[in-house]
């Protein structure tokens, strides 16, 4: 068939057919796993400040109980996380949606919960755990939930910048009056962000160089030139 269009109506037509082929949309997602976890955590409990890297699979997250007579109990804790985003995506790709994912290892009834999330660049540190709970891109208040799974959509906008520039990192508390659950930091199941794209991929790019240019048209006209000798 093809033969027969290069030979009836030349080149141009052959540019045609190619170009037809572009824009076949895949859709696909990708899992991109945290690179520094740590627990934000402080004897005043009611004020956590200090953030120290961890690398257990499991966090502790914990509330506290502050009343104005005996003041703060227990030790609360919360987590921090950071991903590189860098070169996550293909380059073609346009992203769908993006979610922060986390487990527990057993159901948990979860309430006063907390997401701080900011697209900065910086390492996680006590300062910078602070400045994120300060000043967030996107925060998540007051939430509840019981189950082992759960997950937290990420805003558009958000998530640009965190492709663009990077990172993502975010801070979460669960629990108050001393309760609260444990969670899933590292592993298959730790805290992660999945993120749906869409791929355009183009049929006549046969030199996988994500554009249909002159370079696939003289391998197209040599293949099926080959075949009419």
Known sequence: MMATIHSKCGIGCILIVLFHFCGTVNADSIVVYPVQSGLIDDGSCCSPYAYTNSSSATF????CFSDPHYGCWNDRERGAWRWDLQDALPETAVMTSARIHWNHPNPCDAWSVYLWIDAGTQILSSSYCQQIR?????????????????????????????????????????????????????????VRIVIEYDLE?????????????????LALINVYGSLNT
Do not use: H, K
């Not at 996988?208 to 240019?213: E, L, T």
């Open 60 to 63: 502790a997250l914990t509330g």
């Open 201 to 217: 991929t183009c049929a006549g790019d046969f030199n996988q160089n994500n554009a249909v240019d002159v370079d696939d048209l």
């Open 134 to 190: 300060s000043n967030p891109d996107q925060q998540y208040s007051e939430q509840t939930y019981n189950a082992s799974t759960f997950s937290w959509s990420l805003d558009e906008a958000v998530m640009d910048e965190a492709l663009s520039g990077g990172y993502l990192s975010m801070v979460n508390q669960i629990g108050s009056s001393g309760q609260g659950c444990d969670l899933r930091s590292l592993g298959s199941e730790g």
